[in-house]
């Protein structure tokens, strides 16, 4: 794995240096557009508005619009807006985790020790695994500042980004329902709940949609056909939910019996 970040975490007067890595892959699959007609791909230009002509890559500067000019930044301005936040991962409190809501985080980077750092490294792992808490931390990285978690994960410091309250919208602004539910179909409902309740086994979920897009496009450049299963979920009736919370138990309790 190739670093994407080098600095340190601190926390008091405990300074770590790191390396960071990209801790997740996308597993999307890269799909180029086309023109229909020749198949022939299609690619971007990066052109000036002004001239039409293509500007090469080397020559592109990033700006701020102010009124009708633009305020041009380059790379050091971008570290001087905070230095130390550009190098620096800097604990300012420590939460339980079961205080974190999944809707916050974003993606996670493996933490890994650089020279002379490896004891402070290991303290503030040993801290973490038990005491069962997690760093709250900012840092910028690529002109922007982020707000981030750091724990343990398979014996490695894990950061993971998460979003600022700003960046989150309110659910207010959704039309929810306000259906009332009896007693009884909720103590059902967490019945069922409780029957469909194990250990997370995070190896058991797997990205299937790849696999069959993969089959999909073999199956295309063979000019073979592929037959298409047709879905379309359909609301269960208000009339019908103790009826189908009843049956969703007994099949699950068929299941435990059969396995």
Known sequence: ?????????????????????????????????????????????????????EVEYKDIVKGYKQDDTYIVLDKEDFDKANMKKSKTIDIEEFIEEEEV??????????????????????????????????????????????????????????????????????????????TKVSKKEVDMAKSLIE????????????DIYNEQLMKIIKAKSSGKKTKVEKFEAEATPAKDLMAQLKASLEKKKKKSKAS
């Open 195 to 206: 029957q469909y309740t194990e250990k997370f086994d995070f190896e058991k979920y797997k």
């Open 1 to 53: 794995m190739r670093s994407i970040w080098n600095g340190s975490i601190s926390f008091g007067l405990v300074t770590i240096p790191i390396k960071m890595y990209s801790g997740s892959e996308d597993r999307k699959l890269e799909l180029d557009m086309l023109d229909k007609n020749d198949h022939a791909r299609i690619r971007y230009k990066r052109v000036n508005e002004r001239t039409g002509e």
């Open 101 to 178: 809501a999944d809707v916050l985080f974003k993606k996670p980077y493996f933490l890994e020790p650089q020279k002379d750092g490896e004891k402070s490294y290991n303290l503030l792992k040993e801290a973490l695994k038990e005491t069962g808490k997690l760093g709250v931390a900012t840092f910028v990285m690529r002109a922007k500042e982020n707000l981030s978690l750091i724990g343990v994960y398979k014996d490695a410091l894990v950061l993971h980004v998460i979003r600022f309250a700003d960046e989150i919208r309110d659910p207010a602004d959704l039309k929810l329902p306000d």
